[in-house]
């Protein structure tokens, strides 16, 4: 019930999302909309608003069912602890768990939950950019470890990168409501795991995790609209 509750509302707001919204996703790779069925990991860059759900005006109604019934993601306990932003979050992805910004139990029970019977998501960041394009202290925006911690549960599938254009122009951190009549706009490209991982083995960095980073902060560079 709680998922078919999750599927309704996504489809709410993919609804309104058309009806409000303008723009189309671009895709950067040859496989696209039908590939979305062996997806196994979300990777979702550049994090601009908790009104990031607009983007599933994108998601063809089959990923949008799929993402209700079987998508985990970590979220921020203390995003999910306030009392409508959290309880809205965990209404449209019952599959957000809870944990909190260190390496600790909560991020290893999180893992616990990895594997391809579901589809994992994660926003790498780990948390939003400012207008000022830094975080909330005032620091650079980079990617964190916990992407390369996913992957080294995964060893088939194939994972989608959604490199986000931002919505700053639509809602910034600390408004309480959208514009409306504006363009989304993003890039889509989805790649197999086990070929990703392997390039990302040809790198020089130290160890994989530093690898994994490296590849994202290079990709946050490269192909984010």
């Not at 303008?22 to 608003?49: A, I, M, Y």
């Not at 009104?51 to 994108?58: A, K, V």
Request: net charge positive.
């Amino acid at each position: 019930m709680t998922k078919f509750l999750s599927f309704l509302l996504m489809g709410l707001v993919k609804v309104l999302a058309h009806v409000f919204y303008r723009g189309q996703p671009n895709w950067l790779s040859k496989e696209q909309e039908s590939s979305l069925k062996d997806v196994r990991l979300v990777v979702f860059l550049n994090h601009t608003s908790l009104f990031e759900p607009l983007f599933i005006r994108f998601a063809p109604w089959s990923f949008v069912w799929l993402i209700a019934h079987k998508v985990i993601v970590p979220g921020a306990d203390v995003t999910l602890d306030r009392p409508v932003a959290g309880t809205l979050l965990k209404t449209l992805l019952p599959g957000v768990i809870p944990i909190t910004r260190k390496a600790d139990e909560s991020w290893e029970h999180f893992l616990s939950l990895v594997n391809t019977d579901v589809i994992t998501a994660i926003l790498p960041e780990g948390r939003m950019k400012r207008r000022n394009g830094l975080d909330k202290d005032g620091q650079p925006m980079s990617v964190r470890g916990g992407v390369a911690d996913i992957l080294e549960r995964l060893d088939n599938g194939k994972m989608l990168f959604f490199y986000s254009g931002g919505l700053h122009h639509i809602q910034c951190p600390g408004e309480r409501l959208p514009r409306l009549f504006k363009t989304l706009t993003a890039n889509l490209q989805i790649v197999d795991i086990q070929t990703y991982k392997h390039s990302i083995n040809q790198r020089s960095e130290a160890n994989f995790k530093a690898r994994v980073m490296a590849d994202m902060n290079a990709r946050l560079d490269t192909f984010v609209p």
